[in-house]
């Protein structure tokens, strides 16, 4: 519980990422929707779905695995996402 509450005290100083923000933690990667004292809240995305795109489930993040885990925010630094599109061409491509 302390620890959430220092992480808590982290997310707010520091700003890794905020609400809006799309991020990676651990395994889970989703839109931040809510920050609290003790956790936050992301709308998950991808998993089984192809894409980046939601899958409809809300997931609670303990503010303690700021301090555990890397975060990766897509939206901080640049605010669009690079995909890359696979095309196949080979000889016989016309």
Same mark, same amino acid.
């Given at each position: &519980?302390?620890?959430?509450?220092?992480?808590? +005290? @982290?997310?707010?100083?520091?700003?890794? +990422?905020?609400?809006? %923000?799309?991020?990676?933690?651990?395994?889970?990667?989703?839109?931040?929707? %809510?920050? /609290?004292?003790? /956790?936050?809240? &992301? *709308?998950?995305?991808?998993?089984?779905?192809?894409? %980046?795109?939601?899958?409809?489930?809300?997931?609670?993040?303990?503010?303690? *695995?700021? +301090?555990?885990? !890397?975060?990766?925010? @897509?939206?901080?630094? +640049?605010? @669009?996402?690079?995909?890359? *599109?696979?095309?196949?061409? !080979?000889?016989?491509?016309?």
């Amino acid at each position: &519980m302390i620890a959430s509450i220092a992480g808590w +005290f @982290y997310i707010l100083a520091r700003k890794p +990422f905020e609400v809006g %923000d799309r991020i990676a933690i651990g395994e889970h990667a989703g839109d931040v929707i %809510d920050q /609290r004292l003790f /956790r936050f809240t &992301m *709308l998950e995305i991808g998993n089984w779905v192809d894409a %980046d795109q939601s899958t409809g489930r809300v997931i609670h993040v303990p503010n303690s *695995l700021a +301090f555990t885990a !890397t975060i990766a925010n @897509y939206t901080s630094g +640049f605010k @669009y996402i690079w995909n890359e *599109l696979p095309v196949l061409v !080979t000889f016989e491509s016309d």
